[in-house]
């Protein structure tokens, strides 16, 4: 058991948001320590982005940033401006950690190992004397007497007059700021790629697109961006997206719905009928296998065939009018049926978590609990994928760091 300690600051959680935390508030001067349940701290950092670990995303503007988050959205503008991908970069960069962009905007460490931000926050954490206590599992908190939390572990009882909740996403079953007055919008999942049993969509596995546009009818859910199909059905950022921004109503309809999908976004239907048509007099000795539109890929072009009941060496001469009909229907509007999901190995988050409206996001205090702090996955924020999750973590945990730091002058 580990005596009753006293600090000024008491953080549950070892990962991304508790150690930017910590590191904040005690480079502030202030006495903290790390309380982490498991025998290891930044799990998910070394295992983030493939890796890698993607720190964040080249995103300068508050206003553009914030439109990433389908949990968080606008209610985050001041403290991105505060705390924004900028601001991440310089931290990283004057402890010593360079960071690269890659052309889709992420950002990495430029030695590409997640080991290298790993060690860069141990490292700040140990030079500016956090206590950091592993196999420590915040179970209660309850105020005690002088303002003071008492903060009980399955190891012993700690007390400071802050504490600050980083424990990641969620359960709803005996989370410690239940007991506080708060509440907890349930968790699901988020950043998923889809199931589609259709033999033909498994049969391209491995194959990308550069530019699809999904659909989910009945629940005004839109994406456009590269797809990739896999073994079991689709994937890329696009799917990616879909599934943050429909992380609710898609757990809602158990993961099982009809998707619908533009091959050719950036084409009107009408106008590939009219040159699907046209191609009986201008190409008409071709066989319309071998002359598919140039964004296609040729394996999935041979698909759409099969799915409009068009041979593949039809010659374009004898395409019907309404072979060309389905054919257009099949390039603009190919109907697939979602049969379940699986959790990108990339990038996976919890949606759900403390209402913001309980937060004070100047400081990350609870506006219920005094004293209360809260930080990263354990709030109701959640971002697609591309670092937007960690800048979260980094920029609710500066906040929060900052603002026990200054509780513990006062
Ligand atoms: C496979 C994978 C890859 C990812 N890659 C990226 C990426 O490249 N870029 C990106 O932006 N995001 C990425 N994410 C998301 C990102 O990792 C999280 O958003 C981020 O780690 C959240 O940080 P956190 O500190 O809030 O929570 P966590 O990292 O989950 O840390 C919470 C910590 O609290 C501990 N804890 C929980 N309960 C208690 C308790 N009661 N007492 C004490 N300790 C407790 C946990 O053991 C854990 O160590 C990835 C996620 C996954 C799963």
Redesign the pocket.
């Known amino acids: 058991m580990t005596p009753s300690l006293r600090f000024d600051g008491v953080i549950?959680?070892?990962?991304?948001?508790?150690?930017?935390a910590a590191i904040t508030a005690a480079e502030a001067g202030a006495q903290v320590a790390i309380?982490?349940?498991?025998s290891?701290?930044?799990?998910?950092?070394r295992?983030?982005?493939?890796g890698?670990?993607?720190?964040?995303?080249d995103c300068p503007q508050a206003r553009d940033l914030v439109t990433r988050y389908p949990r968080g959205g606008r209610a985050l503008t001041g403290l991105f401006s505060r705390f924004g991908p900028a601001e991440t970069i310089e931290w990283f960069a004057r402890r010593g950690v360079r960071l690269h962009t890659e052309s889709d905007g992420?950002l990495f460490p430029s030695t590409n190992r997640?080991e290298t931000v790993i060690e860069c926050l141990q490292s700040a954490a140990r030079s500016a004397g956090v206590r950091l206590f592993t196999d420590?599992?915040?179970?209660r908190l309850h105020r005690a007497e002088g303002n003071t939390w008492s903060i009980e572990?399955n190891r012993g009882v700690f007390s400071a007059p802050s504490v600050l909740l980083?424990?990641?996403?969620c359960r709803m079953e005996g989370h410690?700021a239940t007991s506080c007055g708060h509440r907890l919008n349930p968790p699901v999942p988020s950043?998923f790629t889809f199931h589609i049993e259709a033999p033909w969509v498994r049969g391209l596995s491995g194959l990308t697109v550069a530019d699809a546009a999904l659909a989910v009818a009945g629940v005004s859910l839109r994406e456009r961006g590269p797809l990739l199909f896999t073994h079991q059905g689709v994937s890329g950022p696009v799917v990616l997206r879909l599934s943050a921004w429909g992380a609710r109503s898609l757990h809602g309809q158990n993961y099982h719905f009809p998707l619908e999908v533009n091959w050719l976004p950036e084409s009107h239907p009408q106008a590939s009928l009219e040159q699907f048509l046209a191609k009986r007099h201008s190409a008409g000795g071709k066989s319309i296998r071998n002359d598919r539109p140039a964004v296609l890929p040729q394996r999935l072009w041979e698909c759409l065939l099969e799915l409009a009941g068009i041979p593949p060496d039809t010659r374009w001469a004898r395409l019907a009018r309404s072979d060309a009909q389905r054919l257009a229907q099949a390039c603009h509007r190919t109907a697939l049926q979602v049969q379940g999901k699986s959790?990108?190995?990339?990038?996976?988050?919890t949606c759900g978590g403390i209402p913001l409206d309980e937060v004070d996001l100047k400081t990350m205090e609870s506006r219920i609990a005094p004293g209360l702090f809260f930080?990263?996955?354990?709030l109701d924020i959640?971002?697609i994928?591309?670092?937007?999750?960690?800048?979260?973590?980094w920029a609710?945990?500066w906040h929060a760091g900052t603002a026990i730091a200054q509780r513990s002058l006062k």
Not at 166 to 169: D, E, L, M, V
Not at 375 to 378: H, L, P, S
Not at 385 to 393: D, E, P, S
Request: net charge neutral.
């Open positions: 549950a959680g070892g990962g991304a948001a508790g150690f930017f309380l982490e349940k498991s290891h701290v930044l799990s998910k950092v295992i983030s982005g493939g890698r670990c993607n720190v964040t995303h992420r997640s420590h599992r915040v179970d572990t980083a424990t990641g996403g410690p950043l959790m990108n190995k990339e990038e996976f988050v930080a990263g996955e354990a959640d971002g994928t591309g670092g937007f999750n960690f800048q979260a973590a609710t945990g």
